[in-house]
């Protein structure tokens, strides 16, 4: 269906024309340079506390702490039932505590170059989301079993974009088997063995394990045409008060289960480091500490990745993937998406659906419960 389809490649689609219908995620429409990705900026940061309360500050920021041992026997599985405090997830935040901070700092927000811009707009940014929504995008491609709803909202000339939960995640999410849910609690137990509050103290593993404390960093950057600010939760800092400046200085901690066969050092490539890169790559966070882990939950060796480096470990595995494609598929949708959310109302959103081997496409909704915007950052965005 020639000139339904929205095709990456080609020609810019004139104003006048109506948008096209879909986008395609065909891997091979996205195998070209590299896009222009600026270096990101911190812009600023803010904290969630214990009780899931925004602050305007780095309170939550925690200190990277080298373990004394290249095999240090952390029990991940230790605290799970006594020392434990989950989120709730069932509580959708939506782009709540980014739009909390954007109020807050609407000073740092209007750049220089705003007025000059050839499309200005009231924020000076094109995209506001969270990093994790990025992240998915830019995996796309390589992703066969999990699909995606994308809420998007055009206010002062301003895309917010917003995850919805789709069918699938719920029933996932309420299913989850005992053995699923103490495991989400081992990588969260690997930050309390190797993070420390400041820079002076050692991580407490005796301490309480909560999940509603998260520090984020706010960062600004561009991928080619598109303005990006985004926030993203940061796990912890180099401690070293000579290390350079965020996000350079920022570390993310992950578990993974320790590689014993080729088999399995490749699905490490071809997946799991898939997810690290893109994750990471965002924000310009340049570091992971990796701990793997026996399947009890037993940490037995620590290694540090470069995210400069993860493209060249990856290059000698078959059926692999490829940065490119990922940066470009996420250019291509933020263009799709622009072409489509045209009308600027906050009480219209544009739901972006996508399904693995699918194209993307979308449905319109006004007033719906699809709104996400609040009133109280609209009210005080639009007086
Ligand atoms: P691991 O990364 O070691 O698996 P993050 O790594 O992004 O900082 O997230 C911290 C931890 O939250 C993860 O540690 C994992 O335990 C849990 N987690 C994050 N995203 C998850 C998801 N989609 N499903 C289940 N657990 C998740
Ligand atoms: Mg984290
Ligand atoms: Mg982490």
Known sequence: ????????????????????????????????????????????????????????????????????????????RDGYRSRFV?????????????????????????????AASSSPCALGV???????????LLTT????????????????????????????????????????EEMMY???????????????????PGGVVNTNEAFCTVVQTRLAEHRLLFSGEVDCRDKDPKAPSPPANYIEMKTSLEISTPKQRSNFHRFKLLKWWAQSFLPGVPRIVAGFRDHDGVVVSVETYHISKISQLIKNETNCWKPTV???????????VKSVVTEDNPRVVHLFSWD?????????????????????YVREMTS
């Open 356 to 376: 693995p081997h699918r194209d993307v496409t979308y449905s319109i909704h006004r007033d719906s419960q699809y709104s996400f915007l609040p009133d109280w």
């Open 1 to 76: 269906r020639p000139g339904q389809n929205h095709h990456p490649a080609g020609p810019s689609t004139p104003p006048s024309s109506p948008p096209t219908q879909s986008l395609s995620i065909q891997r091979q429409l996205y195998e070209r340079d590299f896009p222009l990705y600026k270096q990101p900026v911190e812009v600023g940061h803010f904290s969630l506390d214990s009780e899931r309360r925004f602050f305007n500050d780095a309170r939550q920021l925690r200190y990277y702490v080298e373990p004394e041992k290249s095999c240090p026997n952390f029990d991940l």
């Open 141 to 180: 491609p390589y992703e066969t079993r999990e699909g995606w709803l994308l809420a998007v909202t055009r206010m002062g000339g301003t895309l917010y974009i917003s995850e919805v939960e789709t069918e699938a995640a719920r029933r996932d999410r309420e299913n989850r088997t005992e053995r699923h």
């Open 86 to 114: 989950k989120r709730d997830d069932r509580v959708k935040e939506k782009l709540d505590h980014i739009l909390r901070w954007i109020l807050a700092n609407r000073s740092k927000l209007q750049s220089k170059d705003t």
């Open 126 to 136: 094109d995209i506001v989301t969270w990093r994790g929504h990025l992240t998915k």
């Open 326 to 336: 990922c940066m470009n598929f996420c250019c291509e949708f933020l263009s799709f």
């Open 186 to 204: 081992w990588g969260y137990k690997f930050e309390q063995y190797t993070c420390a509050d400041d820079a002076q103290s050692l991580p407490d």
